[in-house]
């Protein structure tokens, strides 16, 4: 069974670009979260969707936000890109989402602002 | 204060020791309790899914909740070098929120 699968595994962006980054989920999972990972602040939670709905919302600036597609694929978005938002970005699925189901997470998309 | 705090560490251990990473948390909505390990360049992997306080054990690790002290930790029995990563323990109720992660080295 496929794991999670993100793409592109590397990118690079300039100050005030924007950048969209996807993911697919395990076969069969319906819940997609996404998370920031940073040496500093960790791994912190950006939102959740599930069945094409945003779920749940961390503490993050409208900057950044994602969608859900009906196949459960997701995309994030990020506007306006701060030299801060050089990041790994993590997408994590599961059956059913974060009320009682692990998540499973895929190896990420390494962002650098420059 | 975190809602999850965990020593960053870095810990360094002989092959063949006993390891034992912990964390503590605050939020009293977790239900779940999970142990990730992660690789360098790679996403985290869940080693450990509990539910209850008590152990739960999985080959030669661990977990341990107790929910009335908020703590919670992960041993890991007859450590070997490929154990060498960062361990992630993390509390789920409505958002998954993890601690900052342990980086471990075993040395053969």
């Known amino acids: 069974k496929a794991g999670v699968t993100q793409t592109p595994r590397y990118l690079i962006k300039t100050r005030g670009q924007q950048v969209t980054l996807s993911c697919s989920p395990i076969?069969?999972?319906?819940?997609v979260s996404w998370y920031q990972q940073t040496p500093g602040q960790g791994l912190q939670f950006l939102f959740e969707?599930?069945?094409?709905?945003?779920?749940n919302k961390g503490n993050f600036p409208g900057r950044f936000s994602g969608r859900q597609f009906s196949n459960s694929r997701s995309e994030m978005n990020v506007s306006t890109l701060e030299l801060g938002d050089s990041a790994l970005y993590l997408c994590?699925?599961?059956?059913?989402?974060?009320?009682?189901?692990?998540?499973?997470f895929g190896d990420g998309t390494r962002l650098s602002i420059l | 204060q975190k809602e999850v705090e965990q020593d960053p560490g870095p810990l360094s251990v002989p092959e063949g020791a006993i390891v034992s990473l912990n964390c503590t948390y605050s939020?009293?909505?977790?239900?779940?309790f999970m142990w990730y390990r992660q690789y360098s360049r790679k996403g985290p992997e869940l080693l450990m899914y509990?539910?209850?306080?008590g152990n739960k054990e999985d080959g030669r690790f661990t977990a341990q909740v107790d929910k009335s002290s908020k703590y919670i930790s992960l041993f890991i029995r007859d450590s070997q070098p490929s154990d060498s990563a960062t361990y992630l323990c993390?509390?789920?109720?409505?958002?998954?929120?993890f601690g900052q992660g342990t980086e471990l080295s075993v040395k053969p």
């Open positions: 076969s069969g999972h319906r819940s």
């Open positions: 994590a699925s599961s059956l059913a989402g974060l009320g009682n189901q692990p998540q499973h």
């Open positions: 969707y599930f069945s094409e709905t945003q779920r």
């Open positions: 509990t539910y209850s306080s």
């Open positions: 993390a509390g789920q109720g409505g958002k998954l929120i």
């Open positions: 939020n009293s909505a977790f239900q779940y």
